[in-house]
Antibody, heavy 122, light 107 residues
Framework: EVHLVESGGGLVQPGGSLRLSCAASGFSFSNYEMNWVRQAPGKGLEWISFISGSDDGGDETVYYADSVKGRFTISRDNAMQSLFLQMDSLRVDDTSVYYC???????????WGQGTLVTVSS | AIRMTQSPSSLSASAGDRVTITCRASQDIIRSLAWFQQEPGKAPKLLMFGASTLERGVPSRFSGSGSGTDFTLTINSLQSEDFATYYCQQYYTYPRTFGQGTKVDIK
């Protein structure tokens, strides 16, 4: 059974940093592309980042939403079956539940973690 | 970025009703559209992909249609567990974008 478990959320001051992790199990992690999607309290879903799957050891392809480009960095460790999101220069409007999500070959997201809450506040 | 516009933003319905939610893309996305259901406090759940293909395990009262820029999610004979918020999402290109959501609540 596919499981995605996020961790690393918490309270951080504006301008601070946080690193989120997503532990994957139940599938061959390296073969799948992965995403981060967030949801501000009471608001809708916002896609924020993508990373490609294993590609014969070559460079991974990454994409970011404009709202986080230059501040957030997505990465993965296939040996550890883990996905990461390094978040720097955090702002109050980054306050959200952050979900990691698996993407199938055709592009649709099929599995989501339970989410981890990041609160940016002074 | 492709803008996804859902309508209505919310609706009230009774169990047994037929409900239709529409999603419009700001440019042609062929059929690269997914629908998600989200219950309060839970992660979204994939209902439909490829605009009209039902995800495994999703009840057949859910159906999807459309291509290009206009898409529809229909729920036939609404059940109590269907009261939730529904989102469309295009996966034609990056950045991926979601509609703003449609909340279906009990009349």
């Amino acid at each position: 059974e596919v499981h995605l478990v996020e961790s690393g959320g918490g309270l951080v001051q504006p301008g601070g940093s946080l690193r989120l992790s997503c532990a994957a199990s139940g599938f061959s992690f390296s073969n799948y592309e992965m995403n981060w999607v967030r949801q501000a309290p009471g608001k809708g879903l916002e896609w924020i980042s993508f990373i490609s799957g294993s590609d014969d050891g070559g460079d991974e392809t990454v994409y970011y939403a404009d709202s986080v480009k230059g501040r957030f960095t997505i990465s993965r460790d296939n040996a550890m079956q883990s996905l990461f999101l390094q978040m720097d220069s955090l702002r109050v409007d980054d306050t959200s539940v952050y979900y990691c999500a698996r993407e199938r070959a055709e592009g649709e997201i099929d599995y989501w973690g339970q989410g981890t809450l990041v609160t940016v506040s002074s | 970025a492709i803008r996804m516009t859902q309508s209505p933003s919310s609706l009230s319905a009774s169990a047994g009703d037929r409900v239709t939610i529409t999603c419009r893309a700001s440019q042609d996305i062929i059929r690269s559209l997914a629908w998600f259901q989200q219950e309060p406090g839970k992660a979204p759940k994939l209902l439909m992909f490829g605009a009209s293909t039902l995800e495994r395990g999703v009840p057949s009262r859910f159906s999807g249609s459309g291509s290009g820029t206009d898409f529809t999610l229909t729920i036939n004979s609404l059940q109590s567990e269907d009261f939730a918020t529904y989102y469309c999402q295009q996966y034609y290109t990056y950045p991926r974008t979601f509609g703003q959501g449609t909340k279906v609540d009990i009349k």
